[in-house]
């Protein structure tokens, strides 16, 4: 099937409240991730590998940084009618801003009128995976059904935080959201198949389900709340199980590799996984990249001073270009773009963002430092929680301290 005959849609406007204090000046899509990544380079790399470059991305909740990242990030040559470009809430469909992500598409429509392609990919921009798309696809154009959601297989007791799908024969037969007593799948009753996000649909159908959608007072507009149920309930929804999706370059470890960052907690833990010595995600997978676009005037990362008591390295960390380690000691740690780690500094388990200035002396344990964060000379933060909780950063469940973006950690 011709490539062009597809429409890739990036639900990009979410709030993230569970993000907080990250997504106080960004949206959530926006973060960012892995050193000098963002959120949305995960989504725009996955589409674009699957071969798919008619992309837009729907964005609402302070997407000024999003805007400006998809925009001078992710551009592609209009010659052969490619595109991937950030569309924000226009209310074209009466004085109002996005409702739901139904309602999100459905206001764009115009868009898909003017495309006209035969199937819509759906996806959201805040997950971390890999995932061929247009393997779904062809699932979805053999199963002849109208719609089609991606599952993943999660363990069952996770199931009462999930959305679980029931299906039969490739038919989703029922949607559970988030049951108490759920039921194991046939080949494996530890495991229930919970959906993604992820949806393929034959458009004129899809466009069909949105403005009865629209039409109906007592919807939430949601995707997977709404119209997936509506496909559901007429028996016209199947199931794409992601293990099944073969990824180039992947490999047993990390074929199945998917993580919601919608916490602070999930967000750490998915950081993590990326710098163990045989990382759970690898994004050293060259047959499938994770592309963004770095400043090209940046050097590589510097370490000086090799003394002794003074000495400037990193272990088991990813360390960005343009960051400078003078005579400070990195651990488990991620370090972004333009950070400035000055001599007997340590910074241990944690997350740093860019344009960060860790001082002498200082410390900085399981934490996350926004962006252009100043730890002061001598300061420490991330080891004693209630301190931390008193000077007002956010302190997760599990002991990971966040400090907001610009902020001045002092002594």
């Known amino acids: 099937m011709a490539k062009n005959h597809v429409l890739a849609i990036v639900l990009a406007g979410g709030e993230g409240k569970r993000l907080m204090p990250l997504t106080a000046d960004r949206a959530k899509p926006a973060v960012p991730f892995g050193g000098h990544f963002r959120l949305i380079d995960f989504a725009l790399s996955n589409i674009v590998n699957s071969g798919y470059l008619k992309i837009v991305v729907l964005t609402q909740y ?6 400006r990242h998809v925009t001078k990030t992710w551009y592609t040559s209009p010659l052969l009618g490619n595109f991937i470009a950030p569309v924000p809430a226009q209310q074209r469909r009466g004085p109002h801003w996005y409702l739901g992500s139904a309602d999100a598409i459905y206001q764009s429509l115009n868009i898909v009128d003017d495309e006209a392609p035969e199937y819509i ?89 949105l403005r009865e959608d629209a039409n109906n007072p007592d919807s939430k507009h949601d995707m997977g709340g709404n119209i997936i149920p509506w496909f559901v309930e007429r028996g016209e929804c199947g199931v794409y199980d992601f293990q099944d999706n073969d990824v180039p370059g992947s490999t047993d470890r990390d074929r199945d590799y ?137 302190v997760t469940e599990s002991g990971i301290t966040v400090v907001p973006k610009g902020t001045v950690v002092r002594k």
Not at 62 to 67: A, G, R
Not at 131 to 151: E, N, R, W
């Open 121 to 209: 990919v759906i996806i959201g921009a805040d997950n971390i995976y890999r995932m061929d798309f247009s393997q779904m696809v062809q699932h979805h154009i053999d199963s002849g059904l109208p719609a089609t959601v991606a599952g993943i297989r999660q363990p069952i007791e996770l199931a009462p935080a999930l959305g679980v799908i029931d299906g039969e024969g490739g038919v989703v037969k029922n949607f559970l959201e988030k049951p108490q007593n759920a039921v194991g799948l046939p080949d494996d009753p530890t495991k229930v198949l919970a959906s993604m996000g992820n949806y393929v649909f034959t458009t004129k159908d899809l466009v069909n389900a």
């Open 62 to 67: 302070k997407s000024h940084s999003l805007d």
């Open 258 to 394: 998917w993580r919601d960052v919608g916490t602070l907690d999930a967000y750490y833990e998915a950081n993590m996984d990326l710098i163990s010595v045989h990382p759970v995600f690898n994004l050293y997978n060259r047959e499938w990249p994770t592309m963004t676009m770095i400043d090209g005037s940046l050097p590589p990362a510097k370490f000086v001073y090799g003394d002794a008591d003074r000495l400037g390295h990193a272990i088991d960390s990813f360390v960005s270009p343009g960051v400078i380690v003078s005579g400070g000691a990195i651990e488990r740690s991620i370090v972004s773009p333009h950070t400035y780690v000055h001599s007997w500094a340590q910074i241990e388990d944690s997350v740093v963002m860019h344009g960060s200035r860790v001082g002498r002396h200082s410390k900085v344990v399981k934490t996350i430092l926004d962006k252009n964060v100043v730890v002061e000379e001598g300061a420490v933060v991330g080891v004693d929680l209630e301190h931390d909780v008193e000077r007002g950063f956010t």
